[in-house]
């Protein structure tokens, strides 16, 4: 298996504009998480599912934030409208519960201006 | 919710040397994680380690869990070994699953 994908690797956006980002879990993992990096709060869940149901999105900043999984084979991530203090690397993971490892994504270094 | 403590929160080596990274954990869980996240950004998974000791090369690492605590050794550092290591723990229950970070020992081993 190549991994967890994510795309695109860099984001460079205006404030105001939609920002989709996207990933492919590992194949057969059941749970999909979105997590975000900064350097002040470090990494944040943001929101998870399990068979494509999302199942907590307490971590979810706001409303501008909303995620989907149409399959078990694809998420989304989307901020519309996308503002400055969004900039922050965010990761995709999968795992298969209470098996293993949660893998991560490479990350999706997102820059809002 | 869960708290996950790291320390140090920094360590400078000189290459060769040893040195032995800590991260408490407030509650029981059910598995834990150590990560490293290179210079690149990329988390690379090092141990998946619930309870008990495992090695992979110059790395090992052992939790015991009834202590709330596990270790991260690494020996005979290398400069590719800097980068920062966090540690993760899973607590699932109550209809949770929740993978939380400690804030992470950020390693510098110099030449």
């Known amino acids: 298996d190549a991994g967890v994908i994510q795309s695109p690797r860099h984001e460079v956006t205006e404030m105001g504009q939609e920002v989709t980002l996207r990933c492919k879990p590992i194949s057969g993992h059941d749970y999909l998480f979105w997590y975000r990096q900064t350097m002040m709060r470090g990494l944040e869940l943001l929101i998870y599912?399990?068979?494509?149901?999302?199942?907590?999105d307490s971590g979810m900043p706001e409303d501008r934030f909303s995620a989907k999984m149409p399959n078990a084979s694809f998420s989304t991530l989307k901020i519309q409208p996308s503002e400055p203090r969004d900039s922050a690397v965010y990761f995709c993971?999968?795992?298969?519960?209470?098996?293993?490892?949660?893998?991560f994504g490479q990350g999706t270094r997102l820059t809002v201006v | 919710g869960i708290q996950v403590e790291q320390s140090p929160p920094d360590l400078i080596l000189q290459e060769g040397a040893n040195s032995t990274l800590r991260c408490n954990f407030s509650d029981s869980v059910n598995n834990l994680q150590w990560f490293h996240q290179n210079p690149w950004g990329q988390l690379i998974n090092l141990f998946y380690?619930?309870?008990g000791t495992k090695q992979n090369g110059r790395l090992s690492a052992t939790t015991v869990a009834t202590e709330r605590y596990s270790l991260l050794y690494i020996s005979s550092s290398q400069t590719t070994d800097s980068g920062v290591y966090f540690c993760?723990?899973?607590?699932?229950?109550?209809?949770?699953?929740?993978?939380?970070f400690g804030k992470g020992t950020k390693l510098s081993v110099i030449p």
């Open positions: 993971a999968s795992s298969f519960f209470d098996r293993g490892s949660t893998f």
């Open positions: 380690i619930p309870s």
């Open positions: 599912f399990n068979n494509n149901v999302p199942i907590d």
């Open positions: 993760a723990v899973l607590y699932s229950g109550a209809g949770s699953y929740q993978l939380t």
